[in-house]
């Protein structure tokens, strides 16, 4: 069965330094969903792409967080400076289209730990 | 502007005995729903989808959910727990349609807990 892939599972990074996430979604899938998920509470949504395109971005604090797709394919979330706020679950996740109805496919996260 | 409320933050239930993980939601547009569930180093899976068909919605894992508009809830159930139930549960909202008024809304999440 195909799946979002994220990479890397685990980061731990000092303030102040950049990290970057890498997701691949399901082949075929136009869209493509970045969220952030505090310890304890549900995801947020960061940023959402239909292909390469930026279809919302305003919940990504864009003085540090930036996002892109490319080719409207595989995906990177980058952080620069990290701040230890930023402590926190990164999920991918892609669905066929972006209509409310379609499922969306959850990768298994990358854990951001800042020091 | 839309929302969801998970009632309980967490839920505790005996092994074989019903569970029901409520999830009430506000929104301007007419919503799609959504249960998703979360095992511990898990990723999200959906468990089931209410998009405007039947209002009884059936899941994987013999999870079922109604849609009550006039309640604006979309409570989870289950007849009978099974120790392998035990994760966190997500109600997710998004309004048909999409404009900047229209995010994918989470829930805060129900910790499901099952007693032997």
């Known amino acids: 069965e195909a799946e979002v892939a994220q990479s890397p599972r685990y980061k731990i990074t000092e303030k102040s330094q950049a990290v970057a996430f890498w997701c691949d979604p399901i082949?075929?899938?136009?869209?493509l969903y970045w969220y952030r998920q505090i310890l304890g509470q549900g995801p947020e949504l960061l940023v959402q792409?239909?292909?390469?395109?930026?279809?919302?971005d305003s919940q990504l604090p864009k003085d540090r967080f930036s996002a892109e797709r490319l080719k409207g394919v595989d995906s990177t979330l980058k952080i620069q400076p990290a701040e230890l706020g930023d402590s926190a679950m990164y999920l991918c996740?892609?669905?066929?289209?972006?209509?409310?109805?379609?499922?969306?496919?959850f990768g298994p996260g990358t854990r951001l730990t800042v020091t | 502007a839309q929302s969801v409320t998970q009632l309980d933050s967490h839920v505790s239930v005996s092994e074989g005995t019903p569970v029901l993980l409520r999830c009430n939601y506000s929104?301007?547009?007419?919503?799609?729903l959504f249960w998703y569930v979360q095992h511990p180093n898990k990723g999200l899976q959906l468990l089931l989808k209410?998009?405007?068909?039947?209002?009884l919605v059936k899941g994987i894992n013999g999870f079922e959910a109604e849609f009550k508009k006039s309640e604006t809830s979309f409570h989870l159930t289950k007849p009978s727990a099974h120790m392998s139930d035990a994760a966190e549960y997500f109600c997710?909202?998004?309004?048909?349609?999409?404009?900047?008024?229209?995010?994918?809304?989470f829930g805060s999440g129900t910790r499901l807990s099952i007693r032997p």
């Open positions: 792409f239909q292909d390469e395109s930026v279809v919302d």
């Open positions: 082949s075929g899938h136009a869209t």
């Open positions: 929104s301007s547009y007419s919503p799609s």
């Open positions: 209410y998009t405007s068909a039947a209002t």
């Open positions: 997710v909202v998004r309004p048909s349609g999409y404009s900047s008024a229209s995010k994918i809304i």
């Open positions: 996740a892609s669905s066929l289209r972006e209509t409310a109805g379609y499922e969306q496919y």
